[in-house]
């Protein structure tokens, strides 16, 4: 019916999509956020009652947009409008802290 | 089977791809690359959201803060009691917490305050807590990135915080925040209001900020006024404003990404409209050929469609499944840097995995279907021009 490499290429294509289901399953196992681990987050919020993510250190507000570092650049906006680019785009120099 | 797909149609069209493999295997590569970054990108996105969006529920209403002069202030604790009398409040608290800037390592770190005696904050802490000493209000509970930077810094069993005089005042560090609030713990310390307020310098009756609970949601607005009208040197920050903040960082940075979208996207754009000019002479003449030895318009629109079904999908299905275990795999090793900035305070960046069903078929029907389209469009004008008049 079809030839060898039409048949090669039906195979790889049905093993990529094999691939990319157990790859779904296994971080869908391993990565996913379980329940307890969902109220481990809530539950350390309700006791920090801080709302921002630890991720991104440099922003002039840190953990509460509403209160900035002492390191900050510009005055924090009243209606706490996002306006701090590099809270996630921008890459700063390595160097960007006093040392 | 047989009657949705003509495998003998699908038999040409994988050889014709491969006839000319290295041309295709360009193309293939090129449009699987654009897929996995852009899906990496928006992976990442949504895993943040996600994040924000399981824990910014159970924040407290209401945060009342004092300004002078536009800057934030100490505000008094006497004036706890008075929001308290407001109806509709639930629960108020004066909270002790702010940063402080470690030199040695260059990095914030966020202190926070919390009452000792208070039972539910006692057990909360026990149930976050790998404790390495037994549990004492005198100690200090860290987060696993402000424990490793400590370590660094051969401070491993206790840490000497530098007092507004300069004298050190040194505290005991009881254990560690597990890991799973790594996202939300990693740079927090938690103490004991009477050390934060040593360490900094401020006294009973000051704390940083007031935090106020209001049970009922349709309530929260109007205790807000309320309380602005008692105080009006006081900004009162509701749990909405800082959803719509958030809100405002997901525009604007899916702004960014969609910029990036647009200009790959119009790249991509540029092929196709390069390849839906013209096509090559002898994929010309392989029409007419098959024009010539009976195949109608329909069975040669139908085997272009299966040669750019296969190209794209295949590409589609390969960039999905390389973003995938780059971002939720590896941790986005070159892209995380771009989100958590240069700080040295890095969080391990295991993200939680989230299947975003939207952005698949966002960037699906952004791929596969202009492709397709790139191919059929020119074929279609070849073939319907009469096959001795193709070969000429």
Known sequence: ?99 | MNRYINLYLLEYSINSLLRQKYKNIFITTILTFLIFILSSMFFITSSIKNELQYSVESLPEITVQKLISGKHYDIEVSRVDEILSITGVNDVTARVWGYYYFVNAGVNFTLVGIEQFEKQYKNSLQNLVDATKNFDESNAYVGQGVKEIMSKNYFKEYFNFILPDGSLKKIDIGGTFKSDTNLESNDVIVLSKENMRSIYGMSDEYATDIVVKVANPDEVVTVAAKIKLLYPDTRVITKNDLKVSYQNIFDYKSGVFLALFIVSLFTFFIIVFDKSSGLSSSERKEIGVLKAIGWSLDDVLKEKFYEGALISIFAYLLGIFLALGFVYGLGAPLLRDIFSGYSELKVAFELPFVFDIQTMVLVFFLSVPIYIASIIIPSWRVATMDADEVMR
Do not use: C
């Not at chain 1, 039409?6 to 790859?23: D, G, N, Q, R």
């Open chain 1, 1 to 99: 019916m079809l030839n060898k490499k039409a048949k090669l290429s039906i195979y790889t294509f049905v093993f990529l999509i094999m691939a990319l289901v157990v790859e779904y399953l296994y971080l869908d196992k391993t990565k996913a956020v379980s329940k307890s681990q969902i109220e481990a987050k809530k539950e350390f919020v309700s006791l920090l009652g801080l709302p921002d993510l630890a991720i991104s250190t440099e922003a002039t507000f840190i953990r509460h947009r509403s209160l900035s570092s002492t390191f900050e650049i510009y005055k924090d906006d009243g209606i706490l409008r996002e306006y701090f680019p590099s809270s996630f785009i921008i890459m700063n120099a390595k160097n960007g802290n006093i040392k």
